[in-house]
C-alpha cells in the first residue's frame, strides 16, 4: 500500500528557518517531490530528490533518506508569501504516477 | 517549459447533469496524462491515469462508470462527470508527466477546474 505522512499544520516566523518532514512506506520508489501549492491553485514543482542527500536550491532545500522513507523540506529566510501548503509525493516506480502526501499547510507569522 | 491547459477553470452544474472537463498539452504531446481531485484543506488524491488509444486505469475507489475519461488525442485528456452529486463539488486537476525526449522529470500540472454541482 502506499502511505506518505507530513505534519497537518505548522507556524513559523518571518525571516526564520522551518523543516517539514515527510515519511513515507510504498510499493516502489523513483523519486521524491516537493510542490507548494496556494490555496485554489495548481501545485508548483519545488524540488525532487531520488538519490540520498541534500538538493539545495535557493531558499529551498530537500533531503532524502530511502533507507529511511524519509524526507525534508528545508525553508530560509522565510517570507509572507511563503504561506502555503506544502505537498511531499513519491512517484510510484511504474507509469510515473505520483502519490501525494496530505500536505502541509504552513502559516507564516510577522 | 511545457504548458497543460485545463478547460473551464470553473463550472457551476446542477445536480444529475454530466460535465466534461478538457486537459491539453499545448506544446508537447503527452501519451499519458493523471486526474486528481482535491477537495478543500486536503492533498491531491488521483483518480486515474489517462492513456492515448486504450482504456483509463483507475485507482481504487474511484468510479470509472461515473468518471469517464477519454484521452481522443496525444494532446487531449478529458473527464466527463457523469449524474454530477454535490458530493462531486471538488477542485479538478490533470498533470502530464515530462515530454519524452526532453531532460526532466517533472509532472506539468494544468491550473485545474472547479466544479460546484448545486
Known amino acids: 500500500g502506499q502511505n506518505i505522512d507530513q505534519p497537518t499544520e505548522m507556524t513559523a516566523t518571518e525571516g526564520a528557518i522551518v523543516q517539514i518532514n515527510c515519511t513515507y512506506q510504498t510499493s516502489g520508489f523513483n523519486g521524491l517531490f516537493w510542490y507548494q501549492q496556494h490555496a485554489g491553485e495548481a501545485p508548483t514543482f519545488l524540488s525532487y530528490n531520488v538519490l540520498d542527500g541534500l538538493e539545495e536550491k535557493g531558499r529551498f532545500s530537500s533531503f532524502l533518506s530511502r533507507s529511511k522513507g524519509y524526507s525534508y523540506l528545508l525553508l530560509k529566510e522565510l517570507q509572507m508569501k511563503d504561506s502555503a501548503s506544502y505537498l511531499c509525493?513519491?512517484?510510484?516506480?511504474?507509469?510515473?504516477?505520483?502519490?501525494f502526501g496530505s500536505g502541509t499547510r504552513l502559516s507564516i507569522r510577522p | 517549459g511545457a504548458v497543460v491547459s485545463q478547460h473551464p477553470s470553473w463550472v457551476i452544474c446542477k445536480s444529475g447533469t454530466s460535465v466534461k472537463i478538457e486537459c491539453r498539452s499545448l506544446d508537447f504531446q503527452a501519451t499519458t496524462m493523471f486526474w486528481y481531485r482535491q477537495f478543500p484543506k486536503q492533498s491531491l488524491m488521483l483518480m486515474a491515469t489517462?492513456?492515448?488509444?486504450?482504456?483509463?486505469?483507475?485507482e481504487q475507489g474511484v468510479e470509472k462508470d461515473k468518471f469517464l475519461i477519454n484521452h481522443a488525442s496525444l494532446t487531449l485528456s478529458t473527464l466527463t462527470v457523469t449524474s454530477a452529486h454535490p458530493e462531486d463539488s471538488s477542485f479538478y486537476i490533470c498533470?502530464?508527466?515530462?515530454?519524452?525526449?526532453?531532460?526532466?522529470?517533472?509532472?506539468?500540472f494544468g491550473p485545474g477546474t472547479r466544479l460546484t454541482v448545486t
Open positions: 498533470s502530464a508527466p515530462t515530454p519524452s525526449g526532453r531532460a526532466g522529470y517533472e509532472q506539468y
Open positions: 489517462s492513456n492515448e488509444g486504450s482504456k483509463a486505469t483507475y
Open positions: 509525493a513519491v512517484r510510484d516506480s511504474s507509469a510515473s504516477k505520483i502519490i
